[in-house]
């Protein structure tokens, strides 16, 4: 099996372990299941309003229910899909594609709720607005696996968010001297001192003066204290992790095994994980 994820994201590093963190995770997942309802609930209206009940399956659990349950109870709504998905295709494709876009980021809000709160009380009601907005989408816009070579992928959420792992990043760096540029543990300049300084603006920044902006100009030596500045820092692995520091580094696509259905290589298959019974959550390889 291959898939691919999300190692890193863009912006504030989440807390480590600690009151911090939870307070953090509790704050952003709260947040995205609210987000997550308040898109289903205008998806739904606006789909309403123009004649497109999407008429819930009643199985899907409450809010609430254990984890177990949903295993038990919930059943496919194959009948009453078809006649919604052939239902909206009289929508017209601009509406069709704002409220298919709607439809995808409440389930893409129920998982960042679900990465973020599933160990606290509100997992439950994460879980179950995964499959409400998962179930919506899969009527609306399907969930088509792509063949890509030789092999089959999906990137459905509802799916993805039942592999409970997660994925850490490995970074490394150096530190260097300012004054010579050379690892700051091997070089004869001590730091805190003065000693001459060349400078250079590779990365836009000033070996001297970074982070403060200032007018030395590459090549020119001043003289200036030494200290300790960190390289540019490289990835240098990714490890699968039960709960990474970045809550929805997850993984984004994977591959799955089509040889127990019927269709030819390169053919057109979709996805049912988001359509029938949930199968539980795992945290294996
Ligand atoms: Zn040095
Ligand atoms: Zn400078
Ligand atoms: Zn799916
Ligand atoms: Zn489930």
Excluded at 12 to 41: K, Q, V
Excluded at 68 to 81: E, F, K, P, Q, Y
């Amino acid at each position: 099996m291959q898939f691919r994820g999300l190692v890193l994201e863009y912006g504030e590093i989440p807390p480590a372990p600690g009151p911090f963190r939870d307070a953090y995770l509790w704050a952003h997942g709260t947040t995205a299941l609210n987000a997550a309802s308040r898109l289903y609930s205008d998806a739904t209206r606006d789909l309403a309003i123009r004649g497109h009940l999407w008429r819930e399956d009643p199985s899907i659990c409450s809010p609430g229910s254990p984890w177990s349950a949903l295993t038990a109870c919930r059943g496919t709504n194959v009948g009453a899909l078809s006649d919604f998905s052939e239902s909206i295709r009289t929508l017209d494709p601009p509406e069709y594609a704002r409220l298919a876009t709607l439809v995808q980021e409440s389930e893409r809000a129920a998982v960042s709720a679900l990465n973020h709160l599933e160990r606290t009380s509100l997992a439950d009601a994460c879980h179950a607005w995964i499959h409400r907005t998962g179930a919506l989408r899969r009527a609306l816009v399907g969930c088509r696996l792509t063949y890509e070579d030789g092999e089959y992928w999906t990137n459905c959420a509802t799916r993805l968010a039942h592999w409970r792992v997660g994925l850490s990043a490995g970074i490394q760096t150096s530190r260097l001297c300012s004054a010579c540029g050379k690892n700051a543990a091997m070089c004869d300049h001590i730091s805190g001192t003065d000693a001459p300084h060349t400078i250079n603006r590779r990365d836009e920044t000033c070996n001297v003066c970074s982070p403060v902006p200032c007018d030395h100009r590459e090549g020119q030596v001043v003289l200036a204290q030494t200290r300790t500045v960190f390289g540019t820092p490289r990835l240098d692995h990714a490890a699968i992790v039960r709960y990474p520091r970045f809550p929805d580094a997850r993984v984004t696509a994977m591959t799955v095994d089509v040889s127990n259905r019927s269709g030819r290589e390169g053919g057109r298959f979709e996805c049912a994980a988001c359509l029938g019974r949930c199968a539980g959550f795992s945290t294996v390889l």
